[in-house]
Every structure is written in C-alpha cells, then in structure tokens.
C-alpha cells in the first residue's frame, strides 16, 4: 500500500515546507503532493497578503532536494497556464527528478484567484470543456514522439516538439482531479491515467462512496474504450489524530468536511483509512497535517501509516 502527503505551499515559509520534505524523503512515505493556489484559499479578504508558494516553482525544487519520492500537484488549475507550458515544465521536472513526476490537473474553481491576477473565470461548462480539450492535448504531446499541430476550441499548437519529453515509459501519468460523473470522470477516462477522490471537496471517504465512483469511471471507460485497468485509484484523506473533541470538531466543520474523513483518535483513523485500503485504494495521499509541526508527520507515519506496512 503507497503513501503520501499533501503538504501546503501557503500559510507558511520555504523553510518549513523544506523541513517536511527532508521528513518525507528520510520516513516511509512514497509521494509528496502540493496544492496550486495564488492566494491562499478559501479567499478572505483579510489573508490574501498571506504567504503563496508558486506551485511549479515549489515541485521544481523539491525535485532537486529529494532522491525517491513521486512528486505532483493536487491539482494544477488548468486555466492559469496554457496545456503546451505545462507539458514543458512537466518533462523538464520529469527530467530534474529522473522521472518522479505525476502531473495532476484540473478545471478550476477559485474564482477570486482569477480576478486578483486579471486571468478569466469561465464558466462551469467552459472550464471543463477546456480541460478535456487541455488534457487531450498534454496526452498528444506526452506520448508523441514528433512535433505537434493542434487545432481546437481553446488551444493552438504548429509543428510544436516536446523535448526533452518525458523519462517515463511511457510518458509522464495525467492525473485528473475532481469527482464530477458526467465531464470529469469522462475526461479522467478518455485522456488519464490515475483517479483522485478528493475529501476536501466533502465527498464522504467511504467504501461505498469509493466504489460508486470508480463505479461511473468504469462505465466511462467502456464507452471510452479504455481498459478500465490502466487507471489507478488514489484518495485524499483529510487527516487529524487527535483525542481533543473540540479540536477535531474544529478540524471538520471549519473545512467543511463530509462524512468519514480521519479525523479522531489513533483507532479511528486506522478504521477510517483501514476502510478506504480495503476497498482497493492503490495509494492514499494524507491531508491536513500542519508544515509549522512537522513532527506530526512522523507520528501519523510511525503510529498510523505503520499499521498498513
């Protein structure tokens, strides 16, 4: 069973998401995933002076510090860069890592990130049609071995190369985020190669809800032609360990999260993800832990994640 963790760019400095990294690269974790924000969300007002990692620049660097964990985003937002920039960074990433690189992406929604920095919000429709034109042109670039002309909707390439490309075989895997069954999981079947269920966006993190949606994926897949094997399963696991009912009370309602998220004692956040491993999970990526404590990070690896080895 795989590992990772979510680790914030925002809120906080280089040097304490540098002391994260070094613990996850010394410890039992297999991945590291960091968000892909300008402003640290939600989007008060008052906190918008607040520190904000560049995502592509942070996973650059942390490519050029660590020697074994996969690297990636959960998830890039796709309107803020164009798909053909993306595939660039990504390879040359792939490149600097010797292939740890998981390209996650998806549609979009902080709308007050986009107005603060002049980029167009579209709407719900518009935002998921670019990001299955966007990653059926990152998986044509990918796993092209020539130059590349596209031209569709949104987005224009002539005779465009990918090199260096990637240093996986064979290319770079498309993570595409979000739970939506109608364009979402579609996109994610036609064009990706990994799931993400994302318990920030307060899906319940249950079996049941795991199965419902690679459920709907499976079917897309069928339709899609797509062997519903290639893709693998991944869920983030909003995570607190804690015996203090007030603070994990706190924890939930102020992020508002759903049903089954870990937070709680030692047991039951070994239930919680127990449940989720045991309905075939290939790799759960653990959220919500604090970069100012970087000393939780051992503990849950050492009293929860050991419980799985």
């Given amino acids: 069973m795989k590992f990772g963790a979510q680790v914030t760019c925002y809120r906080n400095t280089w040097e304490s998401i540098r002391q994260v990294v070094s613990v996850l690269e010394q410890g039992p974790w297999d991945s590291i995933w960091f968000p892909d924000h300008f402003l640290p969300p939600p989007g008060r007002k008052e906190e918008e002076h607040l520190a904000a990692h560049e995502g592509f620049t942070l996973i650059s660097a942390v490519a050029g510090i660590t020697n074994r964990l996969k690297l990636g985003h959960l998830v890039l937002g796709n309107t803020y860069r164009n798909p053909a920039l993306v595939a660039k960074m990504a390879t040359t990433i792939d490149q600097i890592s010797n292939g740890r690189f998981v390209l996650g992406i998806g549609a979009s929604w902080f709308k007050r990130e986009h107005e603060a920095y002049g980029w167009k919000f ?127 009370q706190a924890f939930i309602q102020g992020r508002r999260l759903g049903e089954g998220t870990a937070a709680g004692s030692k047991s039951f956040v070994i239930d919680r993800i127990g449940e989720i491993v045991e309905a075939g999970a290939d790799e759960i990526m653990i959220g919500g832990l604090p970069t100012e404590n970087v000393e939780q990070f051992s503990f849950v690896a050492d009293e929860v994640l050991s419980s799985f080895r």
Avoid at 177 to 185: C, D, I
Avoid at 189 to 218: C, E, I, R, S
Wanted: with cysteine.
């Fill in 122 to 248: 579209p709407s719900m429709r518009e935002r998921q049609d670019r990001l299955e034109e966007a990653c059926s042109l990152l998986r044509q670039m990918l796993y092209s071995e020539s130059p590349v002309t596209h031209q569709g909707r949104y987005y224009a390439l002539d005779d465009a190369p990918l090199s260096p490309g990637s240093i996986q075989d064979p290319a770079i895997p498309i993570l595409v985020g979000g739970t939506g069954e109608k364009r979402t999981l579609r996109t994610l079947a036609m064009y990706g190669d990994v799931m993400n269920l994302d318990g920030w966006a307060g899906g319940p993190m249950t079996a049941q809800y795991f199965h419902h949606k690679v459920g709907v994926l499976n079917a897309h897949c069928e339709r899609a032609g797509r062997d519903p094997g290639d893709i693998r399963h991944t869920v983030l696991m909003p995570t607190m360990v804690s015996d203090d009912k007030a603070s994990i």
